[in-house]
């Protein structure tokens, strides 16, 4: 099959792409000489393929290049630009500001003029919109997110969406409005749609399917749609994007028809109308990259539906593939690319070749032999990119598809068409509401039947490669039907006996996870599973805890260490989200929960591995809440690990008149702060690691420098979640190895990779 040179140019733009994503100066000279090359042989098509490659690596790397420096992290900053998406959440307003200008306050910082894009957050902010240009004293950070090696990366994603630092609005009384932005159409219709009598989410629907404001829906909308697998839906995508060219197209044909009657098969003007009428549309929903997508694919389906010139079918998913990535370079790394490709790349091949359908019964077999066929490429494509499966994904969809699609989506279009006149807009978007309500409890149920599923992070690619070669066995055409059917029942064999690697006798793996400034410690031997702590809850509502486990995990034990909201702020999202055997907290202190007493003397043994409390006594309640934490010893064999949650230097002189030997791991206590870590505990614990569970640039300065230098001097290898990530070793191995979620790069090599907080 002749790919001319879309194939080419398309490959060596996703090269570039990936190029530019791994670093431009180490391949420039080769490049170069490469190019030079070409030239001189006279090889046109390698240098166009050399020329995209640059172009493309070129924009990724001024992406990188312009990332806010590390020394104006949490700097006061004068940041001017405009406004281009807004989100409001209760009394906070979430914004993506395209910059142009930006200045640290105090001389002698680093420049920040390469900033081209950020991500700023407004508490009790006025009324934005899209197009306003404001001036504003902000604080900022390098784009980051936690470090736990699964669930969702919010450093990625930034990355992805082009963002270079997040922030805050520091001061709203030095603010200034330059400019208020022109209501856009979208704004216009977004507005309109507010008034009318309809319910809020038939409204929400309505703006996400009918005009790309995907920003509409809430929370409890995308964990619906993400549990069922019909996130794609709620998107303008190419199913409705190519509703609209293919509506305007016939209705354009019928005009020519009257218009010309002789020569209308020949007029052109209907097919480029419809053409513009996909951009605009498309443009509405301000060329998302979903929308994007689908307009390219549009505008091809439309150049070959014509007939002039046509492209075969694969030609035209190259060219499409190539406009994507040489526009938006970044769109590589993001998994919604290859989700749409993929699937129009298996329709492609399923249906190449065949007949078209006709009648009602030959469409109902096309759609339900695509989704079958689409379900287990889908499936692995989505569990690679969102570590994440929805089983009941494929079922839903064979109805979700053709009633959202073909029945909706033109509901609420025709509703628009109708807009010059409120009450008839009403009655189709009337129907459309029932709709929508319908769909909703339909989705409810269905997610409740069967739950997402967010597998172990070790399943991932191998069910990912088992979901694929599923779907090959059923897409390559000519495959004997019975070496089919003992393919798929191998495969789900292969499925069912997966089994995790287990956990020896006398040994516990402990990770401290990445949750900022706060303290989540997880413990889990060959039958038990504990956690010590539950991470914090920030001011905005988030609770790093609800991204770390697929809901309905059981915990045998969960320890609270005391009521701080750093650690005890996760303790409702765990109670709801999963199944607690035993909550322990310090005696009379309220932790959100009801729970047993972690008094010292408490102790138990599972798996060959000890665990006791060392503190607090019954005389501490009249302590502060730092002092009555909870503290837990865990000894494996001839190793020990200590965790003290916030308890200070008293605590610790109490621990040390037990006479306990030298530690092999302690978290060290309140983040690293120089009310805990005493010079007396140090030099009589020694620690072999110490780990500070603390978040990025903090503004309590955790861990101290002071304590740091105590921990240095004993030898101790240092370690900390805010440049290490999460952290993992396993307590009564033969020999303890730290295994970090970031690159090891410490100063001192792999032992201390950690930085005070002064």
């Known amino acids: 099959m002749n790919m001319g040179w879309a194939m080419p140019l398309a490959l060596a733009a996703l090269a570039g792409s990936i190029w530019g994503g791994w670093g431009l100066a180490g391949g420039i000279c080769i490049w170069g000489a490469a190019a030079l090359l070409a030239v001189a042989r006279g090889r046109w098509r390698w240098l166009a393929m050399l020329v995209v490659a640059g172009l493309c690596a070129w924009q990724v790397t001024e992406q990188r290049v312009g990332t806010l420096p590390e020394g104006l992290s949490r700097q006061d900053i004068t940041l001017a630009g405009r406004v281009t998406q807004v989100r409001r959440d209760q009394g906070l307003t979430r914004m993506r500001v395209a910059v142009t200008h930006c200045a640290p306050q105090e001389t002698g910082l680093p420049s920040c003029d390469a900033l081209s894009r950020v991500r700023l957050s407004w508490y009790d902010a006025p009324l934005l919109h899209a197009g306003d240009r404001w001036r504003w004293r902000v604080r900022m950070r390098p784009p980051q997110g936690f470090a736990n090696g699964y669930g969702f990366d919010y450093a990625a994603w930034l990355w992805r969406e082009g963002i270079q630092a997040t922030g805050y609005v520091r001061d709203s009384s030095v603010t200034q409005r330059s400019s208020i932005g022109a209501p856009t159409l979208r704004d216009a219709g977004l507005a309109f749609l507010e008034s009318q009598p309809l319910s809020e989410l038939a409204t929400r629907w309505l703006a ?71 951009l605009a549309y498309a443009g509405m929903a301000g060329f998302e990259p979903p929308a994007l997508r689908a307009s390219v694919m ?34 590589v790394w993001r998994p919604g690319l290859w989700l749409s490709f993929l699937a129009v790349g298996v329709l492609i091949a399923a249906w190449q070749g065949r ?76 129907v459309f509401d029932g709709l929508a309500q319908g769909v909703w409890k339909g989705l409810t149920v269905a997610g409740a039947w069967l739950p997402a599923w967010l597998p172990p992070i070790w399943e991932t690619w191998p069910l990912a490669l088992i979901l694929a070669t599923l779907g090959v066995a059923w897409l390559i055409p000519g495959v004997v039907g019975y070496l089919r059917l003992w393919a798929s029942v191998s495969l789900i064999v292969l499925v069912v006996v997966l089994r995790p690697p287990g956990i020896a006798t006398g040994r516990v793996v402990v990770t401290v996870h990445d949750v900022g400034q706060g303290q989540l410690v997880e413990l889990r031997s060959a039958t038990q599973h504990l956690l010590f702590d539950t991470g914090p809850r920030y001011g905005s509502g988030f609770t790093p805890a609800e991204s770390l486990w697929p809901p309905g995990r059981h915990f045998d034990d969960v320890i609270v260490s005391h009521s701080d909201r750093d650690h005890a702020g996760g303790v409702e999202v765990i109670d709801e989200m999963h199944h607690v055997t035993r909550w322990w907290g310090p005696p009379a202190m309220r932790v959100g929960i009801a729970t047993r007493a972690c008094r010292r003397g408490v102790e138990w043994q599972r798996d060959g591995v000890d665990y006791r409390f060392l503190s607090p006594v019954a005389s501490d309640v009249t302590r502060s809440d730092n002092d009555r934490s909870c503290v837990l010893q865990v000894t494996a064999g001839d190793q020990r690990l200590l965790i003290t949650g916030d308890a200070g230097s008293d605590i610790e002189r109490r621990l040390l008149a037990g006479g306990e030997p030298p530690l092999t791991v302690l978290v060290a206590g309140h983040h690293g702060s120089r009310t805990s870590s005493s010079p007396a505990f140090v030099a009589r614990t020694r620690p072999e690691h110490v780990i500070f569970s603390a978040g990025r640039d903090n503004a309590h300065g955790h861990p101290h420098p002071e304590v740091v230098r105590r921990f240095r001097r004993v030898g101790s290898c240092l370690w900390n979640t805010a440049t290490d990530g999460a952290l993992r070793f396993t307590l009564g191995a033969a020999a303890l ?19 005070s907080g002064g």
């Open 208 to 278: 996400a399917l009918t005009l790309g404001a995907s920003e509409r829906l809430t929370q409890d909308d995308w964990d619906l749609l993400n549990a069922t697998g019909t996130t794609h839906l709620m998107v303008i995508s190419g199913l409705h994007v190519g509703l609209v060219a293919s509506v305007t197209l016939v209705l354009l044909r019928l005009l020519a028809r009257g218009v010309t009657p002789g020569h209308w098969r020949l007029a052109t003007w209907p097919w480029w109308l419809a053409g513009g009428a996909t």
């Open 298 to 331: 549009a505008l091809l389906g439309l150049w070959v539906a014509s007939g002039r010139h046509a492209p075969g079918p694969w030609q035209a998913w190259w060219l499409a593939l190539l406009v994507i990535v040489v526009s938006d370079p970044l769109t």
């Open 355 to 430: 007949p078209t359908p006709r009648g009602v019964r030959g469409w109902l077999w096309a759609l339900g032999r695509s989704q079958c066929l689409l379900a287990p490429f889908m499936a692995a494509a989505v569990l690679i990119g969102f570590e994440r499966l929805a089983p009941v994904g494929p079922l839903v969809n064979l109805l979700a598809v053709p009633l959202v699609g073909s029945i909706m989506v033109p509901l609420g279009l025709l509703g628009w068409a109708m807009a010059w006149s409120p009450s008839l807009a009403m009655i189709p978007w009337g």
């Open 737 to 755: 190895r730290m295994q970090a979620a970031r690159p090891l790069g410490g100063v001192e090599g792999a032992c201390i990779g950690v930085e």
